[in-house]
């Protein structure tokens, strides 16, 4: 069965990663794509790696526009996207990439983001671990999806399997995350130009600031914590896309190392997308460059008692849109890894 599909913000970074890997995705169509001030042009300016897709021009991003598809994958701003779905028909399948729909409580909404709250949907990490089971759970026939946020569900899954295995404590979280500028989006901005970001390493949103916080503290939640508290430190290196998270966490008292790797090996060993490196083996973003997959390395530091993660992910792939895809096959009923690859692109 094809199913039509309409991508917004068609003319970014996350909207083009979208058609790249729709393009090749055996039921989906994609038949409309949209965008704010370059609409009217043709896509090909703005994705001319989408050789595939050069005859679609940019449309208006409205209702209308949108309304009429089967599928609806929206790659806008924050704040933006909200304007939007609530006038799309029910039937329609919607995954809005932007924060729109993430956060379940209307204060965190207000405190990182602010401007009007729009509520929460469906969550877009499949393989999350939560109380109840898994964040497929709440995917299957689902009608409105939030895609996450590619660091906060790159730190979510690093965490939840020793927090779901009560094998770490949640209240001594640190994660520092080297990204790449893509994951910030294409508007133009001075420190991200290349001559700002070649050659160095910039930190930002220093000090518990950055909007992803309360989303990870979410899905920690979820996963069995009754409070989760991180601190969360990402830092701008020169790579266009990627995402290498460095997690770590106490250890319970009394837990032994072959535990802790056991809570991890155990959470994904049925995840197609997410795998656990041997012992001693550590990921590189160049390993996940273009894949759905998040490659996972652990060890376990005795000294201080804690553990120690390193996840990779392509932020436009598993962290963006390969999740909102996975998401969606999900909820149309389709196998989970249609269209999407566990192989990435090397060198």
């Given at each position: 069965m094809s199913f039509s599909v309409a991508v917004a913000g068609a003319s970014g970074y996350a909207g083009g990663e979208l058609l790249?890997?729709?393009?090749?995705?055996?039921?989906?169509?994609?038949?409309?794509?949209?965008?704010?001030?370059?609409a009217g042009q043709p896509l090909v300016d703005h994705q001319p790696h989408l050789r595939s897709l050069r005859h679609l021009v940019l449309e208006?991003?409205?209702?209308?526009?949108?309304?009429?598809?089967?599928?609806?994958?929206?790659?806008?701003?924050?704040?933006?996207?909200?304007?939007?779905?609530?006038?799309?028909?029910?039937?329609?399948?919607v995954v809005d990439c932007g924060a729109d729909h993430r956060l379940v409580d209307e204060t965190d909404w207000d405190a990182f983001y602010g401007g009007d709250y729009f509520g929460a949907w469906a969550y877009g990490v499949p393989e999350l671990q939560t109380s109840t089971g898994r964040g497929r759970d709440a995917l299957v026939g689902a009608k409105r999806?939030?895609?996450?946020?590619?660091?906060?569900s790159t730190v979510a899954l690093s965490l939840a399997p020793g927090i779901a295995a009560g094998v770490i404590e949640p209240l001594d979280l640190v994660s520092v995350l080297a990204v790449g500028p893509s994951g910030a989006g294409k508007s133009l901005k001075v420190?991200?130009?290349?001559?700002?970001?070649?050659?160095?390493?910039?930190?930002?949103?220093?000090?518990?600031t950055h909007r992803h916080i309360p989303e990870i503290t979410q899905?920690?939640?979820?996963?069995?914590?009754?409070?989760?508290?991180?601190?969360f430190t990402p830092?701008?290196?020169?790579?266009?896309?990627?995402?290498?998270?460095?997690?770590?966490a106490r250890i319970v008292p009394g837990t032994t190392a072959a535990a802790v790797r056991e809570a991890w090996e155990t959470a994904y060993a049925d995840e197609p997308f997410v795998q656990v490196l041997p012992e001693g083996s550590f990921p590189r973003t160049a390993d996940v460059?273009?894949?759905?997959?998040?490659?996972?390395?652990?060890?376990?530091?005795?000294?201080?008692?804690?553990?120690?993660?390193?996840?990779?992910?392509?932020?436009?792939?598993?962290?963006?849109?390969?999740?909102?895809?996975?998401?969606?096959?999900?909820?149309?009923g389709l196998p989970e890894t249609t269209g999407l690859s566990v192989n990435g692109v090397a060198p």
């Open positions: 790249r890997l729709l393009a090749d995705h055996p039921d989906f169509d994609v038949r409309t794509v949209t965008a704010h001030a370059n208006a991003t409205t209702p209308e526009v949108l309304a009429g598809h089967d599928v609806v994958f929206l790659a806008l701003p924050h704040g933006k996207s909200g304007e939007v779905t609530a006038s799309l028909p029910p039937e329609t399948l999806i939030a895609a996450p946020g590619c660091n906060a420190n991200l130009l290349a001559s700002e970001v070649l050659g160095t390493a910039n930190p930002y949103a220093v000090g518990g899905s920690l939640r979820a996963a069995g914590a009754d409070r989760a508290s991180i601190s830092v701008i290196v020169p790579m266009s896309r990627g995402i290498l998270a460095t997690s770590t460059l273009g894949a759905n997959t998040a490659l996972i390395g652990l060890a376990v530091d005795e000294t201080v008692g804690r553990v120690v993660v390193v996840t990779a992910v392509d932020n436009l792939v598993k962290g963006t849109a390969g999740a909102a895809i996975q998401s969606a096959n999900i909820a149309l």
